[in-house]
């Protein structure tokens, strides 16, 4: 699998699975857009040292619509183009419905959902002209199971489906592929921190009996970037275990 000189730009990558997803491009050969709201770290950028590919450090925020525009325009001057979109950016705020405030429904509605628009937005006229793209969108197993105290992450991740199947039909004419992949409990420095009773618990609900490591995550996205998952669109890959399965 060879994607040596095309320009990724993954969102929220500074940690987790949106960090061992610029890291499987670069192995890969494709310059990268390291994203995040907060300044990348020289520390990080240190990571990508010894790839021998290109890596932009571009902050911001991906739910304001204006700032999603103005850091793809960043990313096309020092790159030329963002030939692959990768929406994995993403807050919790859990609650049940009935205690949950307004500011906590409309803000994971915005970071997961919301800047799929503003990103894909912002792209696709690139891809449209190139007659090239990529767009994969991070979702997660409960946007297709749901999970109590979660009606605003599980709405959001929902909203992903349904949104990348219909940019799936409206794009497929211009050689640009729309698919999502729904990860489930991986190993991440977010989910090592549950308390281990607890996640001893969440483990045993999983068939295959263990977390699933970022880099599984990354190896899918990578290939449906390629021209060997080309003929893959509109759909969703759970990468989650077993523990739901469609």
Not at 22 to 44: D, P, Q, T
Not at 198 to 203: P, S
């Amino acid at each position: 699998m060879e994607l040596s000189n095309k320009n990724v730009f993954v969102t929220g990558s500074t940690r987790g699975i949106g960090l061992a997803i610029a890291h499987k491009f670069a192995s890969l050969g494709a310059n990268v857009v390291l994203n995040g709201r907060s300044a990348i770290s020289e520390e990080l950028l240190a990571q990508f040292a010894d790839y021998g590919v290109k890596v932009v450090a571009i902050s911001g925020d991906v739910s304001d619509n204006a700032d999603a525009k103005r850091m793809v325009d960043e990313a096309v001057a020092a790159l030329g183009s963002v030939d692959i979109l990768i929406n994995n950016a993403g807050i919790t705020k859990d609650g049940m419905l009935h205690k949950m405030p307004e500011e906590n429904w409309h803000a994971v509605i915005e970071t997961n959902l919301t800047s799929c628009f503003n990103m894909c937005r912002a792209v696709i006229a690139g891809m449209r002209e190139r007659t090239y793209g990529r767009i994969i969108n991070i979702s997660s197993i409960n946007g297709a199971k749901g999970q109590a105290g979660q009606t605003n992450y599980s709405a959001a991740k929902a909203g992903m489906h349904g949104f990348s199947k219909a940019l799936a039909q409206e794009l497929a004419s211009k050689g640009v592929t729309v698919n999502t992949v729904s990860p489930g409990y991986v190993g991440t420095d977010m989910v090592r921190a549950i308390r281990e009773d607890v996640l001893e618990k969440i483990v045993a609900t999983i068939p295959v009996k263990r977390l699933g490591e970022p880099k599984e995550i990354a190896s899918m996205v990578s290939w449906l970037a390629s021209n060997e998952g080309g003929y893959a669109t509109g759909a969703e890959f759970s990468v989650n275990g077993g523990q739901h399965m469609q």
